[in-house]
């Protein structure tokens, strides 16, 4: 087959801040670099180049449309004003990037990513948001008569996640945007507690910063040592925490499904093999769909919604949560369940459950917020 050239070369900016080399070649097709593919979704190249030899990967399969391919091209630059001129280059077509996007967005809504690929399940969702945006206003304007730049619409309508915490009021106590813990916590309005349980379990994701004497004594701080925070690091606390001011932001970047596709917790998985010894043969399913919502657990047979609530769900937006409440208990029996309870508890709310009804099994002050999971205390 004969190697395509690339002819055309531009700098794309669909993200603020994230530049991407975009190309056309000699047949039209428009193409993003692998470098400029990989930063518009967030993910590592590395990963790119592993994601374009075996597309798409087992884990990805069930979101991935039939037939859809992810293949890196190599093509030769001519294009006088690229950096790259005369060299020969991977990219990837619009195409094959609009799998991605889709794939990994619906993956993120069905709790089906990776710890590890959850920011890149993030970044899809909001692309897609922009970007179907984003082809309706250059639409409608141009049926109108009016010239439209396509960059600056994308990025308008893209939201900036750490922009977005400024805008609900964040600020940085050390210099160069650097939070602190307690600038976290009176921000999410939690206990420092619960922010350093969640920077425990991400502490792969989230790199603390050793804040030197004289930063900590810059605003008045006495203490000996401490960590800060970028910005960026602030964003994936924010969004990945279920505080009230965490749900604001995640409906702000994804929309209704920000508040309900949350990666799912160890504890969550534990219940899983729990209850799917407890329910063979009961048609189980995991994150169902029950109008615009999903559930954690559903027992067909049983007409059965069960909710594993943790010591976030205190942040939930009560309006919201009765409005979904409502909805399942139209035809469904509704079991509230704290996952700390033991089996014996879950089974007498269970049994008392019939649609129409909501039953709560668990009081978070008793339970208390940091007291450890044990998989052999429910008694199996």
């Not at 639409?139 to 996640?161: F, R, V």
């Not at 309006?319 to 700390?340: A, C, D, G, M």
Request: overall charge positive; glycine content about 6%; some cysteine.
């Amino acid at each position: 087959m004969k190697q395509r050239k690339a002819v055309y070369y531009g700098q794309v900016e669909l993200i603020p801040s994230i530049i991407s080399d975009g190309y056309v070649l000699d047949d039209d097709t428009a193409v993003m670099s692998e470098r400029g593919t990989a930063d518009l979704l967030g993910m590592d190249q590395k990963t790119l180049k592993a994601v374009r030899g075996n597309w798409p990967p087992k884990t990805l399969e069930a979101f991935a449309d039939k037939g859809s391919a992810v293949r890196g091209n190599f093509v030769e630059v001519v294009a006088k004003n690229s950096p790259h001129c005369h060299r020969e280059i991977v990219v990837y077509t619009t195409i094959a990037i609009k799998s991605l996007i889709h794939t990994y967005a619906l993956a993120f809504i069905n709790d089906g990513l990776r710890k590890h690929q959850v920011h890149i399940g993030k970044r899809a969702v909001a692309l897609s948001i922009s970007l179907v945006q984003t082809a309706l206003d250059i639409a409608i304007k141009q049926a109108c008569g009016l010239s439209t730049n396509i960059q600056q619409t994308a990025q308008k309508n893209y939201i900036d996640a750490v922009k977005l915490i400024k805008d609900f009021g964040f600020t940085c106590s050390a210099p160069n945007d650097i939070a602190t813990k307690k600038d976290i916590t009176q921000f999410l309005k939690i206990p420092q507690s619960t922010l350093n349980s969640f920077l425990r379990k991400h502490q792969n994701e989230i790199q603390a910063i050793q804040l030197d004497s004289a930063t900590i004594r810059s605003f008045g701080s006495k203490a000996s040592r401490m960590n800060g925070y970028q910005l960026d690091d602030v964003t994936k606390i924010a969004l990945g925490m279920d505080s009230m001011i965490g749900i604001k932001l995640k409906k702000q970047v994804f929309g209704k499904i920000g508040s309900f596709a949350n990666p799912n917790t160890s504890v969550e998985v534990q219940w899983r093999e729990v209850l799917s010894n407890v329910f063979q043969g009961f048609d189980l399913h995991f994150n169902y769909p029950i109008g615009p919502y999903k559930v954690d657990f559903f027992v067909a047979q049983l007409m059965l919604v069960l909710e594993c609530n943790g010591y976030c769900h205190r942040y939930y937006d009560e309006t919201e949560e009765k409005v979904r409440e409502k909805l399942i208990i139209q035809k469904y029996s509704l079991v509230r369940f704290h996952h700390k309870i033991n089996l014996e508890t879950l089974f007498n709310g269970i049994l008392q459950a019939k649609p129409g009804k909501m039953i709560k099994l668990y009081d978070l002050e008793q339970l208390g917020q940091d007291m450890p999971f044990n998989i052999n205390s429910l008694n199996l």
